[in-house]
């Protein structure tokens, strides 16, 4: 059986500012980032959506000690979809470093960044970022949606 | 299903090593063999728990390259077993059905790992591929990252400030430190405080670097048989009564990390097979990678209720003579963590409790002890009850 949306097709979505997700014609549930069947009931009934990109921190972490390739520090959470999902992203702030317990049930907006590849990568990555709602991204991204909640 | 014993066990000291991964097996291999008053040749199948032999020494399918440096013949199967820091418990289930459903009668299971040489960077990126490589990995999330996202989940969930529970956190590394000054296997030998835990530099926020296990080599392994062999080997069989393994997909898809699916499911089988509750169990190595760790794996075993696992640290409740030993070994927090051997290495120690093999470590009276092991971001789980 075909994807109805590949992991391809889902970060060159992201890439075009668009956060795509699949909607069960069963029970009407969004999966996102895609998968070949519902998350919820395992239907195979799958419409391919756009989603608010609109979000609420649920945890966090400052990693400090990086992997191979990377600069610390940079936040890494999981953030609840106003559609339902969690989506795991880099939290885009000024100060990495000075992120507290306070940022969860703070509103997120869903961006993206372009991750260069590496030897065990399979290629170029595409990260989702999340923005804080009412605060404009660093210079250099992009949210998906214009602030708009 | 017949029933199956544990005969012999072996283990090398965790800890840097400039040994290689078979150099490593190999002696624990024949300590347990020799245990088990057996020979070599008597070893029908060779199952080892090892996840990252690829990276850090261009090794993959090192199976039959232990069953010739021990010299097995060419008849006995050798397989390797993947399912990162599970890796070892998984080859352990596996070997226990085989020799449950009659089709062996002895198989040699080990884990030997090697993660000192890689250097922290390096060590770090491999770990990490445990984790979801189209999803999380490219956020450059760590394995001490996860169980951070963990930590602060606990905090809010359970509305305990996150002070107080970093003390709470720090007692579980004091605790297992402590042990772990009284097994001489352990990588780590030096009791700890909590003022020292609060001091240590920030790995991801909120764990501190002795919130976290080391990277260690070592190696591990047992020989199972089933009943009717182990009792003409030994007078001490100890009998594996349950297994259970679960699974479950990335952390976004998990949602509620403190309450892990695949644990919880895991645990159910292992109970149900046995026949026993949380309370009836007298010792347990958990897979404490990191001290949050401890705490929710000690609830979602039964051990205690939810949203309770760091009071019931702070109450003694889990140090060797408190309600349930938890990590008398020291745990993966201080006797170390050579991934693949892990597994291996909790059911040599609980092997040693019920034998009454432990010294100053030994839980008294022990009869019935539970090992639980964590693969990749709380997907791979795997508890197994021991009992005399
Ligand atoms: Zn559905």
């Given at each position: 059986?075909?994807?109805?949306?590949?992991?391809?097709?889902?970060?060159?979505?992201?890439k075009?500012g668009?956060?795509?997700?699949l909607?069960?014609g069963?029970?009407?549930?969004?999966?996102a980032?895609?998968?070949?069947?519902?998350?919820?009931?395992?239907?195979?009934d799958?419409?391919?959506?756009?989603?608010?990109?609109?979000?609420?921190?649920?945890?966090?972490?400052v990693?400090?000690?990086p992997?191979?390739?990377?600069?610390?520090?940079?936040?890494?959470?999981?953030?609840?979809?106003?559609?339902?999902?969690?989506l795991?992203?880099?939290?885009?702030?000024?100060?990495?470093?000075?992120?507290?317990?306070?940022?969860?049930?703070?509103?997120?907006?869903?961006?993206?960044k372009?991750v260069?590849a590496?030897?065990?990568?399979?290629?170029?990555?595409?990260?989702v970022?999340f923005?804080?709602?009412?605060?404009?991204?660093?210079?250099?991204?992009?949210?998906?949606?214009?602030?708009?909640? | 299903?017949?029933?199956?014993?544990?005969?012999?066990?072996?283990?090398?000291?965790f800890?840097?090593?400039e040994?290689?991964?078979?150099?490593?097996?190999?002696e624990?291999?024949?300590?347990?063999?020799?245990?088990?008053?057996?020979?070599?040749?008597?070893?029908q199948?060779?199952?080892?728990?090892?996840?990252?032999?690829?990276?850090?020494?261009?090794?993959?399918?090192?199976?039959?390259?232990?069953a010739?440096?021990?010299?097995?013949?060419?008849?006995?199967?050798?397989?390797?077993?993947?399912?990162?820091c599970?890796?070892?418990?998984?080859?352990?289930?596996?070997a226990?059905?085989?020799?449950?459903?009659?089709?062996?009668?002895?198989?040699?299971?080990?884990?030997t790992?090697?993660?000192?040489?890689?250097?922290?960077?390096?060590?770090?990126?491999?770990?990490?591929m445990?984790?979801?490589?189209?999803?999380?990995?490219?956020?450059?999330?760590t394995f001490?990252?996860?169980?951070?996202?963990?930590?602060?989940?606990?905090?809010?969930?359970?509305?305990?400030?996150?002070k107080?529970?970093?003390?709470?956190?720090a007692?579980?590394a004091?605790?297992?430190?402590k042990?772990?000054?009284?097994?001489?296997?352990?990588?780590?030998?030096?009791?700890?405080?909590?003022?020292?835990?609060?001091?240590?530099?920030?790995?991801?926020?909120?764990?501190?670097?002795?919130?976290?296990?080391p990277?260690?080599?070592?190696?591990?392994?047992?020989?199972?048989?089933?009943?009717?062999?182990a009792?003409?080997?030994?007078?001490?069989?100890v009998?594996i009564?349950?297994?259970?393994?679960?699974?479950?997909?990335?952390?976004?898809?998990?949602?509620?990390?403190?309450?892990?699916?695949?644990?919880?499911?895991?645990?159910?089988q292992?109970?149900?097979?046995?026949?026993?509750?949380?309370?009836?169990?007298?010792?347990?190595?958990?897979?404490?990678?990191?001290?949050?760790?401890?705490?929710?794996?000690?609830?979602?075993?039964?051990?205690?209720?939810?949203?309770?696992?760091?009071?019931?640290v702070?109450?003694?409740?889990?140090?060797?003579?408190?309600?349930?030993?938890?990590?008398?070994?020291?745990?993966?927090?201080?006797?170390?963590?050579?991934?693949?051997?892990?597994?291996?290495a909790q059911?040599?120690e609980?092997?040693?409790?019920?034998?009454?093999?432990?010294?100053?470590?030994?839980?008294?009276?022990?009869?019935?002890?539970?090992t639980?092991?964590l693969?990749?971001?709380?997907a791979?789980?795997?508890?197994?009850?021991y009992?005399?």
């Amino acid at each position: 059986m075909a994807y109805p949306l590949t992991h391809r097709q889902y970060y060159e979505g992201l890439k075009a500012g668009k956060l795509l997700g699949l909607k069960c014609g069963k029970c009407g549930a969004i999966t996102a980032p895609p998968k070949i069947n519902c998350l919820q009931c395992n239907g195979a009934d799958l419409e391919v959506v756009e989603l608010s990109g609109q979000a609420e921190i649920k945890t966090f972490t400052v990693v400090r000690v990086p992997p191979e390739g990377m600069t610390a520090p940079y936040v890494v959470a999981l953030a609840e979809l106003a559609e339902g999902p969690w989506l795991m992203g880099n939290l885009e702030v000024a100060d990495p470093g000075a992120v507290t317990m306070d940022i969860i049930g703070r509103k997120v907006t869903v961006g993206h960044k372009v991750v260069p590849a590496d030897l065990y990568s399979a290629g170029e990555g595409v990260a989702v970022t999340f923005s804080i709602c009412g605060s404009p991204p660093p210079s250099g991204r992009e949210a998906v949606k214009k602030m708009i909640c | 299903m017949r029933k199956v014993a544990v005969v012999g066990v072996g283990m090398t000291k965790f800890g840097p090593s400039e040994k290689t991964q078979v150099e490593m097996f190999a002696e624990a291999a024949l300590e347990a063999i020799d245990g088990s008053n057996i020979e070599t040749r008597d070893i029908q199948a060779l199952f080892v728990g090892n996840a990252l032999g690829g990276f850090v020494e261009g090794q993959f399918n090192i199976a039959p390259l232990l069953a010739s440096e021990l010299g097995l013949s060419a008849d006995t199967p050798s397989n390797r077993f993947e399912g990162a820091c599970a890796s070892g418990s998984v080859a352990i289930r596996d070997a226990f059905m085989l020799v449950a459903a009659g089709y062996h009668d002895l198989v040699l299971v080990g884990g030997t790992e090697r993660c000192t040489v890689m250097g922290t960077p390096m060590a770090t990126r491999t770990f990490a591929m445990a984790s979801d490589s189209r999803y999380e990995e490219f956020n450059g999330i760590t394995f001490p990252g996860v169980f951070a996202m963990v930590a602060h989940l606990y905090s809010q969930k359970y509305g305990i400030p996150l002070k107080k529970l970093k003390e709470r956190m720090a007692m579980v590394a004091v605790k297992n430190h402590k042990n772990g000054t009284m097994n001489p296997l352990a990588h780590f030998q030096k009791e700890i405080t909590v003022e020292t835990v609060l001091k240590g530099f920030m790995v991801a926020d909120p764990l501190q670097l002795l919130d976290c296990c080391p990277f260690s080599d070592g190696a591990a392994a047992i020989v199972l048989a089933s009943e009717e062999v182990a009792k003409k080997l030994t007078d001490k069989p100890v009998y594996i009564r349950g297994v259970g393994q679960g699974s479950a997909g990335p952390l976004y898809r998990q949602k509620d990390l403190t309450v892990p699916a695949a644990r919880v499911a895991a645990a159910k089988q292992a109970y149900g097979m046995a026949g026993v509750k949380p309370s009836d169990i007298d010792v347990v190595e958990l897979h404490d990678c990191f001290t949050i760790a401890e705490i929710v794996a000690s609830e979602a075993l039964g051990l205690f209720e939810y949203g309770t696992g760091s009071e019931a640290v702070e109450r003694g409740e889990s140090q060797i003579g408190g309600r349930v030993a938890i990590n008398p070994s020291g745990g993966l927090k201080a006797k170390g963590h050579p991934i693949g051997a892990t597994g291996v290495a909790q059911a040599y120690e609980i092997v040693k409790q019920l034998r009454g093999e432990c010294g100053a470590r030994q839980v008294k009276g022990a009869k019935l002890g539970l090992t639980d092991t964590l693969g990749g971001d709380l997907a791979t789980m795997v508890n197994i009850i021991y009992g005399i």
